[in-house]
Nanobody
Framework: QVQLVESGGGLGQPGGSLRLSCTASGTIFSISDMGWYRQALEQRELVATITSGGISNYTDSVKGRFTVSRDNAKRTVYLQMNSLKPEDTAVYYC???????????????WGQGTQVTVSS
């Protein structure tokens, strides 16, 4: 019903930048929250979220370095990652909270994950 395609990621240098994007497609009535998680080893962490009204929240470790944004017309969420650190290395997953029909409850859908490696 709903598909998410992530792009971006790869290898970044300490102090450098990378940008992730994630586009939703399929049967979508509305999208509320969008955001990004990351997973390193066994630990999954919520990195950033953004509401449909543009209110964003970040985990403390990325505040001032990462910026989450969205383009509602394109059904796309972005994560601009600046001042990268080795500890940012993880698989990054986007998620969107979608209502596929007006009368149905919203649920979360997940991207396939993209590897971000920060190393010199």
């Amino acid at each position: 019903q709903v598909q998410l395609v992530e792009s971006g990621g790869g290898l970044g240098q300490p102090g450098g930048s990378l940008r992730l994007s994630c586009t939703a497609s399929g049967t979508i009535f509305s999208i509320s929250d969008m955001g990004w998680y990351r997973q390193a080893l066994e630990q999954r962490e919520l990195v950033a979220t953004i509401t449909s009204g543009g209110i964003s929240n970040y985990t403390d470790s990325v505040k001032g370095r990462f910026t989450v944004s969205r383009d509602n017309a394109k059904r796309t969420v972005y994560l601009q990652m600046n001042s990268l650190k080795p500890e940012d290395t993880a698989v990054y997953y986007c998620y969107v909270r979608v209502r596929v029909r007006l009368y149905m409850a919203p649920r979360d859908y997940w991207g396939q994950g993209t590897q971000v490696t920060v190393s010199s």
